[in-house]
């Protein structure tokens, strides 16, 4: 069992938007930024989203994130077949002094 | 271009040690803290532990404390995990990656399986 929920999958269509969710409390999403991280099949995870809403560099800006209270969200635009992998997020739990992550999400774009 | 590199996984009956190794470039790597972070097998990923940039704090999931210790040498650019005692439960890939809290940038990882 993680300590932050996120839904196992979600689908949509190329070209439509889609989020993806990641709930907690407040020792963690609360009070600390969140991250997401996308991961293909065999390869390491990647950084998308730092800071609860920043995008590094190289990242597309179709893809956004935003934090509400114990709350965070993944927003990708227009989306496309590459986009098709699991995301994560993750934080810092200030009670447990510990990184924390999601369950993951598996993106399937139909 | 910055890499991370790890090494030392490999086969290890339980109750027994390993220890990994991640050697960094492309980055001045005293400037950042550091952390490991494993990722079961077929499953979702969980972080192990991190160290600040001059090692002066470590944090540990509670399932290793004890049993690991992160450690990192910045005169050679590497970073470090001693795992004793080790479950099969401990039993997956593992990654070096940049950042204490969030983590910029990963290696491929190196594997530890744990059984008899």
């Known amino acids: 069992q993680s300590v932050l929920t996120q839904p196992p999958s979600v689908s949509a269509t190329p070209g439509q938007n889609v989020t993806i969710s990641c709930s907690g409390r407040s020792s963690n999403i609360g009070n600390n930024y969140v991250s997401w991280y996308q991961q293909f099949p065999g390869t390491a995870p990647q950084l998308l989203i730092y800071e609860n809403d920043k995008r590094p560099s190289v990242i597309p800006d179709r893809f956004s994130g935003s934090k509400s209270g114990t709350s965070a969200t993944l927003g990708i635009t227009g989306l496309q077949t590459g986009d098709e992998a699991d995301y994560y997020c993750?934080?810092?739990?200030?009670?447990?002094?510990?990184?924390?992550f999601g369950g993951g999400t598996k993106l399937t774009v139909l | 271009e910055v890499q991370l590199v790890e090494s030392g996984g490999g086969l290890v009956q339980p109750g027994g040690s390993l220890r990994l190794s991640c050697a960094a470039s492309?980055?001045?790597?005293?400037?950042?803290?550091m952390s490991w972070v494993r990722q079961f097998p077929g499953k979702g990923l969980e972080w192990v532990a991190n160290i600040k940039k001059d090692g002066s704090e470590k944090y540990y999931v509670g399932s290793v404390k004890g049993r690991f210790t992160i450690s990192r040498d910045n005169a050679k650019n590497s970073l470090y995990l001693q795992m004793n005692n080790l479950r099969a439960e401990d039993t997956a890939l593992y990654y070096c990656?940049?950042?204490?809290?969030?983590?910029?940038?990963w290696g491929l990882g190196t594997l530890v399986t744990v059984s008899s």
């Open positions: 990656a940049r950042g204490a809290k969030s983590f910029a940038y």
């Open positions: 492309g980055l001045i790597f005293s400037d950042f803290g």
């Open positions: 993750g934080t810092w739990d200030s009670s447990l002094s510990a990184g924390v």
